[in-house]
């Protein structure tokens, strides 16, 4: 253990990586609360996948595929919104269709791609150690906006994420909070692609605030420690890839899924006795 910390302040990828896990876990904290709260675990796998058509398309085009990624999973979360909130399309169909269009559309454009087709395992799988410092530098720039939005509209999403009726009847600006949401879900998903991939990012999100919600109802202590939990479990798993030599990604969903069980465990055994 004194060796890893000793290797993180020595080496520059490994420093990114450490720094990375306490800025993507405040991110996913936050959303992966808001996504839980509101059922939007399906509608944030649908983001999740859809955003891999963008990643071929930038490929393709010779761009950077994060930013390929970005617009892919804003328009598609619009999308979906949109189609559901018309009543044109059901919701969950709508997240199906853009899930596999997504898909294939990536496919189809890394295929096309001229010469040596790009190795996209850290995008499906996370590669922490991949993350540079601008990559960094995005993920504080979302946290500072995650947290004004959070100060600023703490009770407006309180009402969404349990009650939208009862949200529109306190004139909330419902509408509004529903798509800044939206839009802060998909950023929040393709700046946290490089730490588990597409594959595994549903569960970054979605397994640390079930942990806290086994030990608490509170929307606000859930965020927080939904926040403590995600950057501690991403932090651990980086230091059980650096002991094992396995991918960080997987690590990291074991090390959450194990303390789910060991959560809910302790939690059966406190209410039986």
């Not at 030990?215 to 927080?224: D, H």
């Amino acid at each position: 253990m004194i060796t890893f910390f000793q290797e993180i302040f020595q080496y520059g990828f490994l420093s990114n990586a450490a720094i990375a896990c306490v800025l993507s876990g405040l991110a996913c904290g936050i959303i992966g609360t808001y996504i839980v709260c509101r059922r939007l675990v399906f509608l944030s796998g649908g983001i999740t996948h859809s955003s891999f058509g963008g990643i071929g398309i930038a490929y393709y085009l010779g761009w950077n595929p994060v930013w390929g990624a970005l617009a892919f999973a804003v328009l598609s979360a619009m999308g979906i919104e949109g189609l559901s909130r018309r009543g044109r399309i059901r919701e969950d169909s709508a997240i199906g269709i853009l899930w596999s269009l997504g898909m294939a559309v990536g496919i189809v454009f890394v295929a096309m791609t001229p010469g040596y087709a790009p190795n996209l395992m850290s995008f499906l799988f996370g590669n922490i150690l991949t993350i540079s410092r601008a990559d960094l530098i995005a993920m504080l720039v979302l946290d500072v906006i995650l947290l004004g939005v959070m100060l600023l509209f703490y009770r407006p999403v309180l009402y969404i994420s349990f009650d939208r009726e009862y949200a529109e009847t306190q004139h909330s600006p419902v509408r509004f909070i529903s798509y800044l949401m939206l839009v802060l879900v998909a950023v929040t998903i393709v700046l946290s692609i490089r730490m588990v991939g597409i594959v595994l990012l549903i569960s970054l999100l979605t397994v640390p605030p079930v942990i806290v919600n086994s030990l608490t109802r509170s929307y606000k202590k859930i965020t927080v420690y939904s926040c403590l939990v995600t950057a501690l479990a991403a932090f651990t798993g980086l230091y059980v890839s650096y002991r094992t030599d396995i991918p960080s990604g997987a690590s990291t969903i074991i090390v959450l899924t194990f303390a789910l069980i060991l959560v809910k465990a302790g939690v059966y055994l406190f209410k039986k006795h």
